[in-house]
């Protein structure tokens, strides 16, 4: 079993405060690391938190907001001084080459390794070893893309008092068995159908960046285990929030409902909250099982 890890590494929206940075979330799992958006900082919360900077890299950019972009150079720096070689995978939106390559000037100093570019749209995805990564488009003052990483499924458990029963010995037979092939022993075909439980479901992260409440983001996050949701403001700005292309914590929270997730991640909190509870209490009315993700917080996403 693959552990898999969620690393808030900036949790603020539009302004650092004393308490937040600015977005990124990293997901760790097996060797890789997948980050999502880069907000100005970053690199040194991935200090802080020791994730280190010699892993496999994806990250993917939600949209062009300078709060969720401005520590892609400050990142790609750092990892060059620390002596990283491989190249890096960035992922975005249309128009995410050109504004690399704007962050990137010759003349702040050499990158040694290679980093790839790849613009998304709305139901594009990746494959990164056993996760798929996709994107919907979500609604915000730009365009901007919402993401879901989902782990691919896992062989069902194996019928062992129906297998002990004929008397089918531990070791490969069995492991031909899960891999769905069927087996002859005993003068008797036995088949995978009734000797293998059904593929037990793969772990889902889903993370909006920043948006209004939105239809894709259910259509995305149905049954996830984690949802990361834009909650900047708390109800009494519902106007503003939604003009401003953002959610409130009860909208955040509506949405996770609807989507029937298992965990909601309150995030992008405004720097106007230097204490979160009315966030995190208008959001437990309507979805109890929501936290406030808080900077340098980690949870491990356990299988369902
Ligand atoms: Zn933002
Ligand atoms: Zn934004």
Redesign the pocket.
């Known amino acids: 079993m693959t552990e898999m890890r969620i690393v808030f590494l900036g949790t603020g929206?539009g302004m650092p405060s004393r308490n937040r940075g600015l977005p990124s979330i990293a997901v760790k799992t097996s060797g890789t690391v997948i980050l999502m958006d880069c907000g100005e900082g970053t690199q040194r919360q991935f200090i802080s938190s020791g994730i280190g900077f010699k892993k496999e890299f994806h990250i993917f950019i939600?949209?062009h907001?300078g709060?969720?972009v401005l520590g892609l150079p400050g990142l790609l720096f750092t990892m060059a001084m620390s002596g990283r070689v491989d190249p890096v995978w960035i992922y975005g939106p249309g128009g995410t080459g050109e504004l690399l390559e704007r962050l990137m000037h010759p003349r702040m100093g050499r990158i040694p390794f290679k980093y790839f570019v790849r613009e998304m749209k709305t139901g594009d995805s990746v494959r990164i070893k056993n996760l798929t990564v996709g994107c919907t488009s979500s609604d915000?003052?730009?365009e901007?893309l919402a993401y879901y990483i989902q782990e691919d499924s896992r062989p069902g458990k194996m019928r062992e008092d129906f297998l002990d029963s004929l008397g089918v010995p531990r070791g490969p037979l069995w492991g031909r068995l899960q891999r769905g092939k069927p087996i002859i022993y005993g003068g008797r075909t036995i088949t995978p159908e009734e000797a293998v439980g059904p593929p037990r479901r793969g772990r889902r992260i889903v993370y909006t960046?920043?948006t209004r409440p939105c239809e894709n983001i259910v259509e995305i996050a149905r049954e996830a285990d984690v949802l990361i949701h834009d909650a900047t403001f708390d109800n009494s700005m519902r106007d503003e929030a939604n003009i401003e292309?953002?959610s409130t914590a009860m909208q955040a929270a509506e949405i996770a409902s609807k989507a029937n997730v298992s965990l909601l991640c309150l995030f992008h909190i405004s720097p106007r909250y230097n204490n979160p509870e009315t966030l995190l209490l208008e959001a437990r009315t309507i979805f109890p099982n929501s936290i406030v993700a808080e900077d340098l917080m980690d949870i491990r996403v356990p299988y369902r």
């Open positions: 929206g939600t949209h907001h709060d969720h915000h003052t730009q901007v960046g920043d292309g953002h």
